[in-house]
């Protein structure tokens, strides 16, 4: 099914069904390529002849307070918000946004200075989504049924 392209603002609430983390406050970012997650305690563990990556959520950001781990995950080089080149781990999960499932991939970051848990980076919003820096939280307020205005400004 081919979704329309939606406007979202500079802020919206969204879901991670895979990881049971839901009502999650993002901070939309276009000048971020990959979208990243907020966790702790990140690291590689053997079990067996298998490699699993490990990674807890911040309960303190509303996360269910668990720990993750996953099979399917990427290694790659990332430059920070500081413009300093750090590695970094990539899962790819489902996160849910304007009604739609869409399975992306998220760095696992250390945000805990940051306000949003999670930053949402272009590769998410290509082909999917449009900017208006002015508005804020449109997929949840469509969620709620409730219909957005020019003048949901700040």
């Known amino acids: 099914m081919k ?3 939606e406007i979202i603002g500079a802020t919206d609430i969204v879901d991670l069904p895979d990881l049971d983390w839901f009502n999650i406050p ?4 276009s000048g971020a ?3 990243a997650i907020h966790c ?3 690291g590689l563990v053997k079990e067996g002849d298998q490699t699993v990556l490990r990674f807890h959520l911040d309960a303190k950001k509303g996360a269910p307070q668990q720990s993750f781990s996953v099979t399917d995950f990427k290694e790659t080089i990332i430059r920070n918000s500081s413009g300093r080149e750090e590695k970094r781990y ?3 999960t489902r996160i849910k946004i304007f009604g739609r499932n869409i399975r992306t991939e998220f760095s696992l970051a250390n945000r805990r200075k940051m306000r949003y848990p999670i930053l949402i980076g272009r590769k998410l919003l290509k082909n999917r989504f449009i900017i208006d820096v002015s508005q804020k939280d449109l997929s949840a307020l469509k969620r709620s ?6 003048n949901n400004k700040d």
């Open 3 to 5: 979704y329309p392209i």
């Open 26 to 29: 993002v901070r939309i970012d």
């Open 33 to 35: 390529n990959t979208s």
């Open 40 to 42: 702790s305690r990140v």
């Open 90 to 92: 990539v899962i790819k």
């Open 145 to 150: 049924g409730v219909t957005a205005h020019a």
